[in-house]
């Protein structure tokens, strides 16, 4: 699978594939925004293990970093996968993934399909897409 654009629940998402570049960097994830930015896409849905592990670990500040960037540009993000692993061993990124999951930048999310009913029951601006 590639990256490819969707429209899910009327929102235009460029959904990356598991097998894409790592992201341990804002550089990295400037590459994810700058495909965003040229597909028209607002959102970016990242599974989880695209991402190094030290995003996990906030002390390493590299998810501020990454997530900084996204917002700076405006492109809202979702990192998609099973995150039970890194959130058992750290109660700061279970605090951080719970408020990130309320706001409305950021989210942390199992799959598409909860991705798609948490947009779904949201409004998040008018629908983009055909």
Known sequence: MTDAVQIIAGQQMLVCAAEGPPIASDRDATDVIGDCLGQGAR???VPAVRFADGFFVLSTRMAGE???KFVNY?????VVGDLG???AASKPLRDFVYESNRGAHVWFVADLAELEGRLAARDLGPPVGP
Do not use: G, K, N, V
């Not at 405006?74 to 979702?78: E, K, N, Q, S, V």
């Open 66 to 68: 990454i997530i900084q």
């Open 85 to 87: 692993d890194h959130l």
């Open 43 to 45: 959102w970016a849905a």
């Open 74 to 78: 405006h492109i809202r993000l979702a």
